[in-house]
């Protein structure tokens, strides 16, 4: 079931992920690689052979690492679900929003908080801050991404 933890974040302070869906020929990668299943290899004993897959399921976790300590998250990949269907796919694609620092906040407050869930938060806020210096066409601005990933109630 930890390969579907990411679903708690449907019932926390942090908004809901959308559902991106995907409907056509098989272009949806599982994350690096479109659907594809392994055989062994007539040609070479002992090794795999990856073919496209002409029916089946996958289910991709939440991509992520740890990079300097075991708070530094690091996002790597959206969750998805994927279906194929002889060279046709059906997908939903988890879309967060700012992706990136909502899903390592969250798996911030997901992993390494206890409490209330404003406490959870607190926590957040000041042990794993979301503050950036954002430079754009306008000159630079301090922007705290935790404002644009939480439910209003929890800003």
């Known amino acids: 079931m930890n390969k579907f933890s990411y679903l ?57 690492k740890t990079k300097w300590t075991s708070t530094d998250y690091r996002f790597e990949c959206a969750p998805l679900w994927s279906f194929v269907f002889f060279g046709k796919q059906i997908a939903v694609i988890f879309k967060a929003p700012e992706q990136d620092h909502y899903w390592e906040a969250w798996l911030y407050y997901e992993n390494n908080t206890t409490g209330t869930r404003q406490q959870r938060i607190e926590t957040c806020r000041t042990k794993f801050p979301m503050k950036w210096t954002v430079s754009d066409k306008n000159g630079e601005r301090s922007v705290d991404y935790y404002d644009l990933i939480l439910k209003t109630k929890y800003k």
């Open 8 to 64: 708690k974040a449907f019932c926390s302070p942090f908004k809901r992920p959308k559902l991106k869906w995907y409907f056509g020929p098989v272009a949806i990668g599982t994350p690096y690689f479109f659907p594809r299943k392994a055989i062994n290899d007539p040609d070479k004993p002992g090794y795999l052979k990856f073919v496209p897959k002409k029916i089946g399921f996958d289910f991709v976790s939440l991509g992520w």
